[in-house]
């Protein structure tokens, strides 16, 4: 299981990367495998403001229906426009290709309360 040490997770597991003050969010690779073939991102959230935690779209996979929850407030700015027609992307590169939403970061103090790769690790037992 690939755990990027420069990602922040949420014990929900998805993934943040912050550029500046944008981030970019998307499901950990425990998840996607957890989940099983992806079958359709649904996120109709862009141009929202969100609070931490509150659902931003959902994935389906072959087994499954899954919320996804935003990692901290800010508002949605772009969907990965990719996974409409290659949904599997989320399976293939969750880290890279695979992102769901770019997002602005609206109070990086928010960011202390995510977990970092070995809090993470220890929580999915990698």
Known sequence: MKLP??????????????????????????????????????????????????????????????????PISGKVLEVNKQLDAEPELVNTDPYGKGWMIKMSVKDSAELATLLDVGTYAGLVGA
């Open 5 to 70: 040490e420069h990602l922040q997770y949420t014990k929900d597991h998805e993934w943040i990367r912050i550029e500046g003050d944008v981030a970019y969010v998307g499901i950990t690779d425990f998840a996607q495998k957890e989940l099983g073939d992806i079958v359709y991102v649904e996120i109709d959230t862009v141009g929202k403001e969100i609070a931490q935690n509150e659902i931003f779209g959902t994935v389906e996979a072959v087994k499954t229906v899954s919320d996804l929850f935003i």
